[in-house]
T-cell receptor, first 110, second 117 residues
């Protein structure tokens, strides 16, 4: 099956700093999504981005499907950005199964 | 927006007993729901796809006799962990896709933290 790898696995930032999270996938995917899991475990859908670039406030994402990677940019980070960021790929035919990446644990310090 | 409710939020049970976790779509009908398991500091692993009115589809390596899934209505799927053991302790999360949201409208429950003692 498809492999979805993320880097870095852990990241510590000072409030106000910028960061880039990377997601590599081993095969062609039907879509690519980014999620934020807060410290209480709730998953929030950030972006649906099978290709191209999208922006939402301080967050933006870019997917280059032909090169099988996606990037999530966080600018002017805030402590509330802390948590785990996952990318997830919808893989194969008619299935709606999301395959999650390995995750990046982000800690933003005041 | 679409809401998926999961209950209980946390549960502690004794080894050998069974635990039922409920996943409800509150404002939409879901013919399909998904169950994930997440161990500490790890990613979400898909366990099974729950199909309303039919048998669930389990991922490779997931014991269907241990993790019983019932999707008896369009708004409710349940996961029962039978004869639980400490190694079943984990965070269980369900999700569903509201109709018309395309392939990106995945909505997740808040999760159930299971501890088996």
């Amino acid at each position: 099956g498809i492999q979805v790898e993320q880097s870095p696995p852990d990241l510590i930032l000072q409030e106000g700093a910028n960061s880039t999270l990377r997601c590599n996938f081993s095969d062609s995917v039907n879509n690519l999504q980014w999620f934020h899991q807060n410290p209480w475990g709730q998953l929030i859908n950030l972006f649906y981005i099978p290709s191209g670039t999208k922006q939402n406030g301080r967050l933006s994402a870019t997917t280059v499907a032909t090169e099988r990677y996606s990037l999530l940019y966080i600018s002017s980070s805030q402590t509330t950005d802390s948590g785990v960021y996952f990318c997830a790929a919808l893989y194969g035919g008619a299935t709606n199964k999301l395959i999650f990446g390995t995750g990046t644990l982000l800690a933003v310090q005041p | 927006g679409a809401v998926v409710s999961q209950h209980p939020s946390w549960v502690i049970c004794k080894s050998g007993t069974s635990v039922k976790i409920e996943c409800r779509s509150l404002d939409f009908q879901a013919t399909t729901m998904f169950w994930y398991r997440q161990f500490p500091k790890q990613s979400l692993m898909l366990m099974a796809t729950s199909n309303e009115g039919s048998k669930a589809t389990y991922e490779q390596g997931v014991e269907k006799d241990k993790f019983l899934i019932n999707h008896a209505s369009l708004t409710l799927s349940t996961l029962t962990v039978t004869s639980a053991h400490p190694e079943d302790s984990s965070f269980y999360i369900c999700s569903a896709i509201p109709p018309g949201s395309g392939g990106y409208g995945y909505t997740f429950g808040s999760g159930t933290r299971l501890t088996v003692v």
